[in-house]
């Protein structure tokens, strides 16, 4: 099968490019940058989708797409070009085509937490991040399509360096300190559970619809992390935070970012995403995508 990969330059979508290309597809990777991802038996074409749709496309039968702007500080107008309408790209340069659309459960996000959720729960009208609030509107723009949408949560593996850098710039005088001290359940997402689930919607008029995307089941945060972290030799202290309190901090620092016109280390969207439960029902991709995912796994983390 001839499969189109937007966002083959990132950590997710090199992934799911490099897993179907290995897997005999011929596939087409694009990114924004030049030399962004390779295979030997894969093709890779530059690629702005904010620019507009390509002039002269690849002919495939499947576009996976999982390109997308991530950064909860870059503003809404960037974020909406990036998500939205790189979306609408997409879809204006592969019409009829079915489309894997990799979105997230940052979608679902408003001032508490995220309980079980089903794909059918009500998105909030107001999001707590210009990425959540464009991703979903990138989902509206694939309305009526031979599409499948996957929600995963707090993406992790082999080649992900961002939340791991993070992560260790947070530890200060061998102290992380998190909302609720992380003793709240999430829902992670392996790169490798993600990967699988694209597997299972690629195919051409597969099933059509949103699908939740995790890890086998819930694990505690501050449980995931001290297990990273110690992966990573890093000795760190977890000191919990009341998340009204932390809430209240980012708002501040935010402001004092803005003034300054500088990135704040802290925001309202991370303490929201950490400081609450982050749990979703996986029943729609266990039974339309046959999904089977593996338990959360730090394996060989002391090298991401």
Do not use: C
């Not at 061998?174 to 490798?192: K, S, Y």
């Amino acid at each position: 099968m001839r499969v189109a990969v937007t966002g083959a330059s990132g950590f997710v979508g090199g992934a799911i490019a490099t897993a179907l290309a290995d897997d005999g597809h011929r596939v087409v990777g694009y990114g924004r940058r030049a030399g962004g991802w390779s295979h030997p038996s894969a093709t890779y074409r530059v690629w702005d989708l904010a620019r507009g749709p390509l002039r002269e496309p690849d002919r495939v039968d499947a576009v996976v797409h999982a390109a997308g702007l991530t950064d909860v500080w870059a503003g809404f107008e960037r974020a909406l070009l990036a998500n939205r309408d790189g979306t609408r790209s997409v879809v204006r340069t592969f019409p009829n085509k079915r489309i894997v659309h990799v979105s997230t459960s940052a979608v679902y996000d408003d001032a508490g937490p995220s309980v079980h959720v089903a794909e059918d729960a009500r998105l909030p009208e107001r999001h707590l991040s210009p990425y959540g609030a464009t991703k979903a509107l990138a989902e509206g723009e694939l309305s009526g399509r031979d599409v499948a949408i996957l929600r995963p949560h707090l993406v992790y593996g082999p080649g992900e360096r961002a939340m791991v850098r993070g992560l260790l710039a947070a530890v200060r005088g061998g102290r992380l300190l998190l909302p609720a001290g992380g003793e709240v359940p999430h829902a992670l997402t392996h790169i490798d559970n993600l990967v699988a689930a694209v597997r299972s919607a690629v195919i051409p008029f597969g099933p059509k619809g949103v699908f939740n995307v995790t890890d086998a089941a819930p694990v505690l945060l501050s449980d995931a992390i001290g297990e990273l972290l110690e992966r990573r030799g890093v000795e760190a202290r977890i000191v919990g935070v009341p998340t009204p309190a932390a809430f209240r901090a980012a708002h501040a620092v935010e402001r004092a970012a803005r003034i300054a016109r500088t990135r704040p280390p802290l925001t309202r969207f991370m303490v929201n995403r950490l400081g609450y439960e982050r749990t979703y029902n996986l029943t729609a991709a266990r039974e339309q995508l046959t999904y089977r995912p593996r338990a959360t796994s730090f394996d060989g983390a002391e090298a991401w």
